[in-house]
């Protein structure tokens, strides 16, 4: 299956005492996502750091499966985040400006599998104080994944929208040349084309505060 699914959470567009209520987050993890938090995530990570980054990972698996499943339905508890592995150094970037691919190359990122019906899936997060930012794809390796996080200054829904189609631009422009362009298909589904690229090849695009993202696959 080829596709492309990513997700932002700009921390400070969220409520840390809303996220924190049992009313809300038991909206989006499921009864098992609690229980593991309880037993031993609450030691290295905040409960509303847990939901977000949760969400970001179940919201990024969506995207990626609604392509070939138009008429499924964004239902957070029945995606299951489950093998959450933490990362085993500290990121080197704590103000977020602009990274790319190689943030993962020496595991400063959060990994690990989230289940849909009969679907698994694998997700990487970079998470910081500011901001996460989660990718997946069903190739454990994430080989040939190809993705970008930018720190914007319009945080305006026009502004958003032209910032990451330029950033994911000027990304595909150095890897395909000047012919490649972001598309839609009639869903209005974003996919890369080119010359030399099927038509059909996607890309996922996403932001949230002043945050913007892509994922790609470059085959």
């Not at 289940?115 to 970079?126: A, G, N, Q």
């Not at 595909?172 to 298909?185: E, F, M, N, R, W």
């Amino acid at each position: 299956m080829i596709s492309a699914g990513n997700d932002i959470v700009s921390l400070a567009h969220t409520d840390k005492v809303r996220t924190e209520r049992p009313a809300f987050y038991k909206r989006i993890l499921s009864p098992t996502e609690i229980e593991r938090y309880e037993q031993g995530y609450h030691q290295s990570m905040p409960l509303h750091h847990y939901v977000w980054l949760s969400w970001s990972a179940k919201e990024a698996a969506f995207k990626f499966l609604q392509r070939h499943h138009p008429h499924l339905v964004f239902s957070p508890t029945k995606f299951t985040v489950i093998n959450l592995t933490p990362p085993t150094e500290e990121p080197s970037v704590t103000v977020v400006k602009e990274l790319n691919d190689r943030i993962f190359d020496t595991d400063k990122g959060y990994h690990g599998r989230i289940l849909h019906d009969k679907h698994t899936l694998y997700f990487r997060s970079f998470s910081s104080q500011e901001v996460i930012h989660t990718l997946v794809s069903n190739d454990q390796s994430f080989n040939n994944i190809r993705w970008g996080l930018l720190l914007t200054d319009d945080d305006s829904p026009a502004g958003l929208s032209a910032a990451v189609r330029e950033a994911a631009t000027e990304r595909l422009h150095t890897l395909y040349g000047q012919s490649a362009v972001i598309t839609k298909d009639e869903r209005g589904i974003p996919l890369i084309s080119s010359s030399g690229i099927d038509s059909t090849e996607p890309i996922s695009l996403s932001h949230h505060g002043q945050y913007v993202g892509y994922v790609f696959n470059n085959r």
